[in-house]
């Protein structure tokens, strides 16, 4: 049988050399161990994000932190991404930047020196921090790195995947050197769990958590925690180093009582009455609809303490809140809070996505009527043109049908088709035109127009500093646009919406067709041409308040020559009767007044609209006047005609006459997107020879009537004498000696004007000799009015906030001014100065970036969030407007710092002036928490009975935070003396226990 086995041996020896002798099975059998796993490629690539960050080597260089420097210092961060396998990992290094390092402080480093972190275990000078990552609060370390999972990764629950990054870190600290306390996430990241390791020359920190849902009764107390801690650290010495203590109880005020937000409410006796006049309608509403202040949190704090001095256990307690040395104080704000003057901005920008026109806004039910009403119109029409009238020409003008029409309208209007309710809209128009609140005469409610006008332009002068609407490219605060933006804003947020703004806007061009067509000058706008600094809206408005002013002065000038023309006749037919006048003397005033004859059926108005008119020029007439007794004594002068006065006592190159200035037509006002629309067509004449030449013509219409009108002026007169007067510099003159010796003036044309094909020649060539008034209008007045009130007729709803908006904001701007002044608020002035800069970035474009527009509305309903927080807390502290003395002035800072900060130190804790409001708040609170009476009901000194049930002045508190901290040799006696800290949150949902625990690896 042992033959037979060996036999077998030998065969499987043979077997196997055989295989061995085959190459495929060798390269099957052959492992390679230099192959790296996945997790060392994971601690690798943690060393090279350690070097790449330069946390090689020893960090104990840093300035140690001053007090209160993790809350006001700047804390930076950056971030790479590392991969653990297919598992992906974000890697952070955060840290305090330091702003002044001292350069020797590494030179004088021991080898044995602790790592920065250890220190900062021990420093007491940034204990609580309130606004820091919560690695810091809990271990008070100034630099540290993190390693959490991916944002789409799953959780570090298992406890061998947290061991395994454990040692991952702690070999990469070993392998390079770094002395950084670097923190692994696990559980879930919700529970805020960190593990971490910080390894020095000989030293080694440990830093542990422990988090429940529920404080265990063993631990609800100091004495509890003491004794955990001195377990922890197994320290053998007796007696044992004594250990510091840091205890801060947190206190929640969250029922306010009778310290409600200040916000006035609306006054509804006026409201109701249907009484609203300008006063609501001139102002943005501004206030919060909540309360902004949610909480208020009190924080009593006992910095130093030691186990002998303070007892707190199961049975009793001497942490009493009131004698704490140390108080804070946080507020906690509701989260946007509803305030009215965002709600109103906010509902007004909504109008600007709208794209429905006013007739789809408003309906057509009425039809019929409106086929009624047209058919009227038209028979208007008819009759103005018929020779004779058998009514008076006013009632049968288009205006006056248009509103007999709209009258009609209301009467068959049934009440839940008008948008918009009669009393509110008949006090709409009145503020936007409270000229038409004088019930007098045609022409005392003109003259009342235009001293309005005057009175505003005056107001606008004295108020010239505030440029504020040239930045916002809005309009004038006291102007009618700027009314008219507060009206539609208002009327869409409390009267009905779109349809409201849709029904205000169709009565406000039919307000505006009104008062073109009788004359009557818009009120709230300053004259003269349309200011293009402006929004187009308001330029017009301004476009339609010339046309009404050049309309006016026409038919003015035309009143005035019609009773000279009555007189001249009578007086005519007087000499004729006594005694005959000479043919030559009457043919000049008959052929003068010629073309002024009228058909007797046409009115004035009908006359204007002709496009055969002439231009009349008011202030003409009183030089006609004025020079009839020179025509009659010389008779050589009676060619000329519109002239103004001499011209700096110049007399013409050809004649001894003097230079007069014309009486010139005014230029023709422009608004801008006129402008714009004028340099496209220029721009579409091309740079050819006949298209330069044809651009010149058209930009030379004002050129060609100013000549003529000079000619008319200054007969005889050459293109030298207009150039002195209108063009001086092209006149050059010289001054040279004649034949006799003499030396004399002599000018000529500049070089500029004797290039071939000067329009300037052309034009004096081809220009008669024209008085202004007889000249064809540059400006149609008539045609121009139709265009814009065509214009604002078919804007839509969302035409029209678009329009507004800039005077919406412009009035915001000035309303949060308005409220800022009247709390002081530095951060709040600043961000208004910013965002008013901003603004006029974003409004100065024709097309708006609605993007930006939206997120600059954000920005101011922020800031109004910021005041009425301020106002809150005044009212709350007792702050008095006009109050003086040192406490208030205190308080003031105090609320000032509550909303600037996050955490403000009480002066004087619970028994300085803030602190005893507090602690009035919270008896307060607690009185009506237990259906007690207020405080007030007792008096100021009075004290409530109740013996042994007498109640806590504090609720319980909300969070319990405790930090001890000492410094024992770990792990044996004879080790090194380091560290120890733990750091203790009690809270009614959560138990944490943080700590960090050293150990000395040299001797152990």
Known sequence: MMQEVDEEEEQKQEIDMAADSDPESEVFEITDFTTASDWERFVSRVEEVLNDWKLIGNSSGNLTPEKGEYTSGTWEEKSQDIHFADFKFYITHYFLKQECEKDNGKDKLEEDTFPLAMQDLLCMNNDFPPRAHCLVRWYGIQEFVVINPGTNCEAIISESKCNLLLSSISISLANSGCQVPIFVQIQQKWRRVYAGECQGPGVRTDFEMVHLRKVPSQYNHLSGLLDIFKSKIGCTLSPLPPINIAIRFTYILQDWQQYSWPQQPPDFDTLLGGEVGGVEFGKLPFGACEEPI??????????????????????????????????????????????????????????????????????????????????????????????????????????????????????????????????????????????????????????????????????????????????????????????????????????????????????????????????????????????????????????????????????????????????????????????????????????????????????????????????????????????????????????????????????????????YVPVTQEPAPMTEDLLEEQSEVLAKLGTSAEGTHLRARMQSACLLSDMESFKAANPGCVLEDFVRWYSPRDYVEEEVIDKKGNTVVKGELSARMKIPGNMWVETWETARVTPARRQRRLFDDTKEAEKVLHYLAVQKPADLTCHLLPCILHAAILKLNEEESAEDIPSVKKNIQQSTCQASKLLHPLNHDYKKLEDFINQLMAMETVITRARSLKAKFAICEGAKGEDTEELEKFVSSLLEEPEVVVIGAGQGPAGSIIHRLFVNAQRAAHLAPLDEDFGLDRKPTGGSNKMSDFPSPAGREILLRTCVPRPAPYSKALPQRLFCVLMNEEFRLAGAFSSDTSFF
Not at 461 to 487: E, G, I, M, V, W
Not at 637 to 642: L, R, V, W
Request: aromatic share 6%.
């Open 294 to 659: 949610s909480e208020l949190h009190l924080a009593t704090t006992w910095p130093h303490l030691t186990e002998g001095i303070v007892v707190d256990n199961d049975v009793y307690s001497d942490l009493d809140p009131l004698q704490a040395p140390h108080w804070s104080v946080r507020v906690r704000t509701a989260e946007n809070p509803q305030c009215l003057l965002g709600d109103v901005l906010t509902e007004f920008f909504r109008l600007c996505c709208r794209k429905e026109s006013t007739e789809e806004i408003l309906g057509r039910g009425l039809a019929e009527e409106e086929v009624k009403e047209n058919s009227d119109i038209s028979s208007a029409l008819s009759k103005l043109t018929e020779p004779a009238a058998t009514v008076p020409i006013s009632k049968l003008s288009v205006s006056n049908m248009v509103h007999s029409a709209r009258k009609h309208i209301r009467r068959h209007r049934r009440i839940d088709e008008s948008p918009l309710n009669t009393d509110v809209l008949s006090s709409i128009l009145l503020y936007l035109f409270p000229d038409a609140a004088v019930e007098k005469s045609s022409e005392n409610r003109k003259s009342k127009a235009a001293q309005s006008n005057n009175c505003g332009k005056a107001e606008q002068n004295k108020n010239s500093h505030d440029n504020l609407f040239l930045q916002l490219k809005s309009a004038p605060s006291d102007s009618l646009t700027y009314r008219l933006a507060l009206c539609a804003c208002l009327v869409n947020y409390n009267h009905g919406g779109l349809r409201a703004v849709a029904h205000l806007w169709q009565e406000f061009v039919l307000e505006l067709r009104y008062r073109w067509e009788n004359n009557y000058l818009i009120y709230g706008l300053a004259g003269g041409p349309p200011d293009l600094r402006c929004c187009l809206l308001h330029q017009k408005l301004q476009m339609l308040n010339c046309c009404i002013e050049r309309k006016r002065a026409r038919d003015e000038a035309r009143k005035v020559l019609e009773g000279s023309k009555e007189r001249e006749r009578k007086v005519s037919g007087g000499c004729q009767n006594g005694r005959p006048v000479p043919e030559s003397a009457a043919s000049p005033i008959t052929a003068s007044t010629s073309t002024r004859e009228v058909s007797p059926g046409k009115s004035w108005d009908s006359w204007s609209d002709s496009e055969d008119e002439f231009f009349e020029c008011l202030s003409d007439q009183g030089e006609i006047e004025t020079t009839h007794p020179e025509v009659e004594k010389h008779g050589s002068k009676s060619k000329a005609e519109g002239r103004l006065h001499p011209y700096n006592n110049m007399t013409l190159l050809n004649s001894t006459e003097p230079l």
